[in-house]
Each structure stands twice: as C-alpha cells, then as structure tokens.
C-alpha cells in the first residue's frame, strides 16, 4: 500500500522540480526527501524521477501519482480531521434512554446542555423501563441509561456497569383538592388505610413499595385503579377517585395536593448506567449534565 506521507513528499517534488526545494518546504532533509522517494519507487515498481547532477524530471509514473493523489491525500486529511473531531467528543454520537418521568424532568435539560456544548454531536434518546433497557447498556447499544430503584424494592445490578445516583425521590400521599386530608402537611399512612388506592400495576416496584408500606401500617391497600402513566394516576386522583402514593418527579403542579408521610422514609432512587470502559467522550460531559439538571430539581424543592 501506498504512503501517504511518501506522496506528499512526491507532490511537492513535482511541483518545485527539486528534491532539495521540496525538503525546504516540507521541513525535512534533503536525504529524508531522498530515502522517501527511494521507498516510493519501491512500492510502485519503477523509477519516478530521472535524476542528474544539477536537477531532476519527474517521469510519467510520478506525474500521475502526483495528479491522482491529491484528491485521496485530501479524503486522508478530512478522515483524520474527523477523528480528532470525534476524539475530542465534538462529533459523534451519544445514545441515552430513561424512563417516563425521568424523560420529562430531568433528561431534557441534561440533552439539551449536551447540544449547546457539542452542536455537532448526534444525540439519540429512548424510552423503557428499567428492565427494557438494561440490556442495551449493557451489549452497547446504548451508552447510558437513566433507571430508578426503590429503597423497599432494591434491584441486583449487572456488577460489569457503573452506577451513579443522581436522585433521591420522596415518596408523598396525593390526593384531591377537596378531600379531607388536603389542607394537611403530614400524615400517617394508617390514616388511609381505608382510602381507594390508585396505583401502578402489580409487577411493579411502586406496587409491591406501596403494599409493604401498608403492611408495615397494618392493612392491606384496596387498590381499583391500576396505571403506569403518572399523568392518568393525577387526573384520576383529582377527580377524587382514590389517593395515590407518588415520588417526587411525578408530584402533580394543581389539582392534587401531596401531603409527606409521616414515619416512612423511603425513597426512589435515580441512577444513570454505563459501562465503565465505555469510550464515548460525549459521555462524561452527558452524566455531568444529568448530574447537574438533577442539582437543579433538588433546589427547587428545598
């Protein structure tokens, strides 16, 4: 295969008609110029300039490598220019995936730091469950993903990822804006015990949190309105159809009222994965920016 160094050198040859000319130019020794073209000659199977005691005349072999080379040297410049690029994390691409409320509250400030800082970057986003996008952090399909754990319903994490906490969600009563315990800060859960209960569904960590809460509390949640999609769990309480137990990015803006529980608590944790060999230069500047939106909603509820 053919140097690309060796042909630069062969180009500025031709075009200064000296080897000696050619290394001024280029920073080089005239025996380096010289050796190169040697070792050119050699790959190519022929003599490239007809050399004489005063000058050399580059020969038809040379005139054509000069002229097709160019454009191939200038491809080699852009692809190394492109590298670097990507090295530098000012190009390339960071692919992310979080769960719904995280997806609403926290990731788009984070992306959208991400952007302003590497406008040339593609960024990519999904949406999953914790358990839907475990796997693709960890066959590297994505580079990180946001997932939530909760204190009464830990999770084993795969000990081949990293994992961060960027949040620590309160767990708070919902309820109505016209239901007896609205107009009060705190409150035990045994209070509730004989609420209607909206939650999420069965197989969920929010599920089986709220029923050993309760349990703890001394009864067992009568529970008639099922939904992972936080929004219908609001809407659903703001009609006074039941209380809900919710964390605290899904805490509603009006219409429901959030009243803490006294004695309970426990959290839901936000944790960004990745895999700790993940070479991705866009990601630390991505779990910074995580990190920092996740900062912001903390002072807004302090």
């Given amino acids: 295969m053919l140097n690309p160094i060796h042909l630069r050198t062969l180009r500025e040859c031709v075009r200064t008609g000296s080897f000696a000319e050619a290394a001024r130019e280029l920073g080089y020794t005239a025996s380096a110029v010289s050796q190169q073209i040697f070792l050119l000659e050699r790959s190519v199977g022929a003599p490239l300039f007809e050399r004489s005691a005063r000058s050399v005349r580059a020969t038809a072999v040379a005139l054509l490598l000069a002229e097709r080379s160019g454009p191939v040297l200038g491809a080699l410049t852009t692809l190394e220019r492109e590298a670097r690029s990507m090295a530098l994390g000012e190009q390339g691409s960071l692919r992310l995936a979080s769960f719904a409320t995280a997806n609403a509250r926290i990731v788009p400030a984070a992306l959208a730091a991400v952007v302003a800082d590497r406008p040339k970057a593609e960024v990519q986003l999904d949406e999953?469950?914790?358990?839907?996008?475990?796997?693709?952090?960890?066959?590297?399909?994505?580079?990180?993903?946001?997932?939530?754990?909760?204190?009464?319903?830990?999770?084993?994490?795969?000990?081949?990822?990293?994992?961060?906490?960027?949040?620590?969600?309160?767990?708070?009563?919902?309820?109505?804006?016209?239901?007896?315990?609205?107009?009060?800060?705190?409150?035990?859960?045994?209070?509730?015990?004989?609420?209607?209960?909206?939650?999420?569904?069965?197989?969920?960590?929010?599920?089986?949190?709220?029923?050993?809460?309760?349990?703890?509390?001394?009864?067992?949640?009568?529970?008639?309105?099922?939904?992972?999609?936080?929004?219908?769990?609001?809407?659903?309480?703001?009609?006074?159809?039941?209380?809900?137990?919710?964390?605290?990015?899904?805490?509603?803006?009006?219409?429901?009222?959030?009243v803490r529980l006294v004695g309970a608590q426990t959290y839901r944790r936000v944790l960004v994965l990745y895999r700790q060999n993940n070479g991705n230069p866009l990601l630390p500047l991505a779990l910074d920016c995580l990190a920092r939106s996740c900062d912001e909603i903390k002072a807004a509820w302090s």
């Fill in 128 to 258: 999953g469950e914790p358990s839907e996008v475990l796997d693709g952090v960890l066959d590297g399909s994505l580079d990180a993903a946001v997932v939530f754990d909760y204190d009464l319903d830990p999770r084993d994490w795969p000990v081949e990822l990293r994992r961060t906490e960027l949040l620590a969600e309160p767990l708070v009563l919902a309820v109505a804006s016209g239901h007896r315990l609205a107009g009060q800060s705190e409150v035990e859960l045994a209070e509730v015990a004989q609420e209607t209960w909206i939650c999420t569904r069965t197989d969920t960590a929010g599920a089986r949190t709220l029923n050993r809460l309760a349990a703890e509390a001394g009864f067992t949640p009568r529970i008639i309105f099922r939904s992972n999609d936080y929004a219908v769990v609001r809407e659903l309480v703001t009609r006074n159809l039941g209380v809900a137990m919710l964390p605290a990015l899904a805490w509603p803006e009006d219409g429901v009222h959030t």
